[in-house]
Nanobody
Framework: QVQLVESGGGLVQAGGSLRLSCAAS????????MGWFRQAPGNEREFVAS????????YYADSVKGRFTISRDNAKNTVYLQMNSLKPEDTAVYYC????????????????WGQGTQVTVSS
């Protein structure tokens, strides 16, 4: 089992920044690929970014490329999502997730989920 706890959400004006954190505990996290997803009211949960604990490959949704950066601190078992140049359309509940598999894009490929943190971007 892996437990994931997100934090760092809040209300920010368009153009502002937020940094989300996802603290992982439980089974050895280094085996997993970590992902950030988001879900706005009435929408399906969508992929935002992904990273391997062991380093290397990162992936981003086209809508956030160049604005968001995913990173990890292995010593702290924490994954981060730095969000810059935020737009009102980034408003959503953001979820952290972990997967055993090499895949990264679809929510169904992830085994563990956090409870989510709300991000609201005002215009």
């Amino acid at each position: 089992q892996v437990q994931l706890v997100e934090s760092g959400g809040g209300l920010v004006q368009a153009g502002g920044s937020l940094r989300l954190s996802c603290a992982a505990s439980g089974r050895t996290a280094s085996r997993y690929r970590m992902g950030w997803f988001r879900q706005a009211p009435g929408n399906e949960r969508e992929f935002v970014a992904s990273i391997r604990w062991s380093g290397g490959s990162t992936y981003y949704a086209d809508s956030v490329k160049g604005r968001f950066t995913i990173s990890r601190d292995n010593a702290k078992n924490t994954v981060y999502l730095q969000m810059n140049s935020l737009k009102p359309e980034d408003t959503a509940v953001y979820y952290c997730a972990a997967t055993y598999s090499g895949a990264y894009y679809y929510p169904s490929e992830y085994n563990y989920w956090g409870q989510g943190t709300q991000v609201t971007v005002s215009s």
